[in-house]
Each structure stands twice: as C-alpha cells, then as structure tokens.
C-alpha cells in the first residue's frame, strides 16, 4: 500500500507570495497533521483535520490555513510568505478509529519550502 | 503544557556498540502517548512505537528496546549491536490526553554508527 504522499518535494518561494503545499493520506486514513520543522529542530503541530473538521491547531498566525477534501487529502495554505516560513512541512495521517482516540500517525515525505 | 527534552544532541558511536537514546517528558495530564520516530537523511519521519501512560512494560523489537519509567518520566531508546543503517536523527515524542494527535517533539538526537 501507498504510504502518506506530498507534493510538491521542493518549492522556491519570495517574500510576500503565498503557496500551497499538498497532501494524499494513507489509503483508510481519515486524518490528517500538517507540521512544521525548521532546520535543526523538532517538528511543531500545525493543524489536525478529522472528518474534514478542523480538529486541533497549533500555535501559529492567522497566514496559515488548512483544509481537508471529501477524498480525505489536504492542503496547506501560507500567505505572505517571511523568510522565517522556509522549512521542511511534513503531513502524517492517521486512522482515527472514534472521536476519543488517538492513533499513531504516518508521515509522509514532507515538502521543502525555501523563502529568499 | 507539555514538552520533551533529549538532553543528547549528537552521539557517535563504532559499529556493533550499544547506545542509549534519553528522552525525558513532561506533561500534566495523567493519560498520555509516547513515541520515537527515526528521521533518515532523507527526511521522512519513520514511525518506531507507541507507548501509552498506562503501560509501563518494556518493550523489545530485535535489536531495538524501550524503557519507560513513569517515576522519572523518562521513555529511553536502546539499539543494541548498531549498525550503520541505524545512522539518523531519533525523536521522541508525546500525545497528551486521549482523543487528539497533536505531537509535541523533543529536539532530537543525531545518532552517527561510526563503521
């Protein structure tokens, strides 16, 4: 089975721009974790979306958007690009069996997002 | 708030040692998940184990093995005969509560098998 797919692999990007980063989950998987990780760093939770619902948001600005498809996949939105966006993105998916679980989550191969 | 420290930034190891990966956590919440991931070169997180709050029982996976000790919070990662594939980032990590999947992530350790 195909694992958690993104796309782009890479993106180059200027100040001000926005983009739009993507996301195929697992097939089953009902949902879906953006990150963020910065070079030398952990990754930070973005946004969960369950059910197409926004489910959990991290500690973020308002530039950061998300949403989820009737097909289960995802995208990322970031608007007004800083220098400080560029980053690997990594998007997990995850079965969620009940409103009340937590599952494990499966991560893709993240998009690389350079900001100049 | 929850947060995890792996107080080992970079280990270097020879080939066939063992190594101890440290990760201490804290979090408020009685109910909770950890977990290790393996970042290659390549950057996918690669996904290790689940361990939640309520099961202190150490685990064992062929040359992988876990110790969580609720008294010290404290999930550590032993590769036992390492070998250069083991070569990556490891991160450790938390799910407080049940019924979310916000990870929160430690910094990492970079683990370098040495042949």
């Known amino acids: 089975d195909a694992g958690v797919t993104q796309s782009p692999t890479h993106l180059i990007k200027t100040r001000g721009q926005q983009v739009t980063l993507r996301c195929s989950p697992i097939?089953?998987?009902?949902?879906v974790s953006w990150y963020q990780q910065v070079l030398g760093q952990g990754p930070q939770f973005i946004f969960q979306?369950?059910?197409?619902?926004?489910?959990g948001r991290g500690n973020f600005p308002d530039r950061f958007s998300a949403r989820q498809f009737p097909n289960y996949s995802s995208e990322l939105n970031v608007n007004a690009l800083l220098l400080g966006d560029s980053a690997l993105y990594l998007c997990?998916?995850?079965?969620?069996?009940?409103?009340?679980?937590?599952?494990?989550?499966?991560f893709g191969p993240g998009t690389r997002l350079t900001v100049l | 708030a929850q947060k995890v420290t792996q107080a080992q930034t970079e280990i270097s190891v020879v080939e066939k040692e063992d190594v101890t990966l440290d990760c201490v956590y804290e979090?408020?919440?009685?109910?909770?998940?950890l977990f290790w991931y393996k970042q290659p070169p390549s950057g996918e997180l690669v996904f290790l184990i689940r361990?939640?709050?309520?099961?202190?029982q150490n685990e064992i996976s062929g040359r992988y093995s876990w110790n969580f000790q609720k008294s010290t919070s404290s999930f550590n990662f032993t590769i036992t005969a390492s070998q250069v594939v083991d070569s990556a980032v490891y991160f450790c990590?938390?799910?407080?509560?049940?019924?979310?999947?916000?990870?929160?992530f430690g910094t990492g350790t970079r683990l370098t098998i040495i042949p």
């Open positions: 097939s089953g998987h009902k949902s």
């Open positions: 361990r939640n709050s309520f099961d202190e």
């Open positions: 979090t408020r919440d009685t109910t909770y998940y």
């Open positions: 997990a998916s995850s079965l969620v069996r009940g409103r009340d679980s937590t599952d494990t989550q499966y």
């Open positions: 990590a938390l799910v407080s509560n049940f019924g979310n999947e916000k990870l929160t």
């Open positions: 979306y369950y059910e197409k619902e926004e489910r």
